[in-house]
């Protein structure tokens, strides 16, 4: 069965820090890994999704990347702003066993950056 | 729809009685999912459509919940004899395909969600 760990489950940070997340995976059959921003009250915002093949995906501030063999991923946050406070989850589709089709979903990290 | 909507976007209701949550995922995606989220937690899978067919409804607690997808697109989540440990934020997601090595066709989107509370 599929597991997905993130670290840290929380982290305070001041106003233009770069940072990392990290998301890990016990199974490396999937088909993609797809971060998400939540905020408090609201649903899951995609923010980069790296299909199986790729090794990173990049967007304005953030850059993913993926290791699929050692079933780890980061999402780097470079200069970050009051606004990226949130919760970021990391989720992989699975490609085989009994988790195949679904996303499953780490618990999140939830972000504090503080002016 | 621009988006996955999901309605309504709070539910209370009494402990024992019947609920329904609606999910009308974005136009012409033919994969659908709801999930479960508690408080702290991550999303929780619940079933999965491909089509109108559920392809995979391991993820249901028990035989109080059930969803339907009729006709291919909207999709209700009904769950019977609620109780109050049901409470939690009920979230839908929809892709363009269930699943295409390679393709951007996997992306999924998500609606804000139903929060159900039970009392």
């Known amino acids: 069965k599929q597991e997905v760990t993130q670290i840290p489950a929380a982290l305070s940070v001041p106003e233009g820090e770069n940072l990392v997340l990290n998301c890990s995976f016990t199974?490396?059959?999937?088909?993609?890994l797809q971060w998400f921003r939540q905020d408090p009250g609201k649903g899951l915002t995609s923010l980069l999704l790296i299909q199986s093949s790729q090794r990173e995906q990049t967007s304005g501030r953030l850059n993913a990347s993926l290791d699929k063999s050692s079933g780890r991923s980061t999402l780097y946050i470079a200069a970050s702003q009051p606004g990226d406070s949130a919760t970021y989850l990391c989720?992989?589709?699975?490609?085989?066993?009994?988790?195949?089709?679904?996303?499953?979903f780490g618990q999140g990290t939830i972000l504090t950056v503080h002016p | 729809g621009a988006g996955v909507s999901q309605t309504p976007s709070n539910k209370v209701t009494e402990k024992g009685k019947y609920v329904e949550l609606r999910c009308d995922p974005i136009?012409?995606?033919?994969?659908l999912y709801w999930y479960r989220q508690s408080l702290g937690q991550g999303p929780e899978f619940l079933i999965y459509f491909q089509g109108t067919g559920a392809a995979d409804d391991s993820g249901l607690p028990n035989d109080r919940f059930f969803a339907v997808r009729p006709e291919g697109s909207v999709s209700t989540l009904k769950i019977q004899r609620t109780e109050r440990g049901d409470s939690a934020v009920y979230l839908c997601a929809s892709s363009l395909m269930g699943w295409e090595p390679g393709s951007r066709r996997t992306e999924a989107f998500f609606g804000q969600g139903t929060r159900l509370t039970v009392v």
């Open positions: 989720a992989v589709l699975n490609a085989g066993g009994t988790s195949y089709g679904k996303l499953t």
């Open positions: 199974d490396s059959a999937i088909y993609n």
């Open positions: 136009s012409g995606h033919t994969a």
